[in-house]
């Protein structure tokens, strides 16, 4: 079956870069996701890659697939303190063609300090 | 814009009352809709999803049960609630049949049962 794993905390100084790491191990899963989750509320989509992506950037947010591996990576460069919360590791498991549901990892809280 | 929401926000019940979380979304048709629950020290499980009007697709065995009576209404329901029932509840929706699938999530009703 599919499984998603991610370390559950994470800490670091504001300014500096934070790296979540999450495996999954579902091979054909198509599409992976980070979302996130400020406290109280909903997710949040972040970012997405296609497997067929090794590396995605958007701004302070760089995604770093190794598909032999099954590894997924978040890094945010610059980490402040809003970036405090929780982080999700999410893959669409191939099957087939329906309608995409989500595995979610279990999540790494993420607390930045000034 | 397509909008969301859930409610109640949070809830208090004793065990063995029924339970009713409600989830409607404004601003698409006939969208997927998820319903997530978060317990506390787990991650995000999946407990039901719906691609359509009366039809839902359960992905756990639990005392729960969820009714889809109109296209953009979701509905999760118990008969008598126990004690693991405790959590925050998270529904979502999302469109199309395709392996993409961002989901938007709603803000969530936190379950306490007593």
């Known amino acids: 079956g599919e499984d998603v794993e991610q370390s559950l905390f994470l800490s670091v100084r504001e300014g500096d870069s934070s790296v979540i790491n999450c495996t999954y191990t579902d091979s054909s899963s198509t599409y992976l996701y980070w979302y996130k989750q400020e406290p109280g509320a909903g997710l949040q989509l972040l970012t997405y890659i296609f497997s067929n992506m090794d590396m995605k950037q958007d701004q302070r947010l760089t995604v770093l697939l190794n598909k032999k591996d099954k590894h997924l990576s978040l890094r945010i460069a610059d980490t402040q303190t809003g970036d405090s919360a929780i982080y999700f590791c999410?893959?669409?498991?191939?099957?087939?063609?329906?309608?995409?549901?989500?595995?979610f990892g279990k999540g790494t809280k993420l607390s930045v300090k000034p | 814009s397509q909008t969301i929401h859930q409610w109640p926000a949070t809830l208090v019940q004793p065990v063995g009352s029924p339970l009713s979380l409600e989830c409607t979304v404004e601003g698409t048709s006939n969208p997927n809709l998820y319903w997530y629950r978060q317990a506390a020290g787990r991650g995000l499980q999946l407990l039901f999803y719906?691609?359509?009007?009366?039809?839902i697709s359960s992905e756990v065995p639990q005392n729960l049960s969820a009714s889809r009576p109109q296209d953009r209404q979701f509905i999760l329901s118990s008969k008598k609630l126990l004690l693991s029932d405790s959590g925050f509840y998270l529904c979502a929706w999302s469109v199309g049949r395709l392996m993409w699938n961002e989901q938007f999530f709603g803000p969530g009703t936190r379950l306490t049962v007593l």
């Open positions: 999410a893959e669409t498991p191939n099957y087939g063609g329906s309608q995409g549901n989500l595995i």
């Open positions: 719906s691609v359509g009007i009366g039809q």
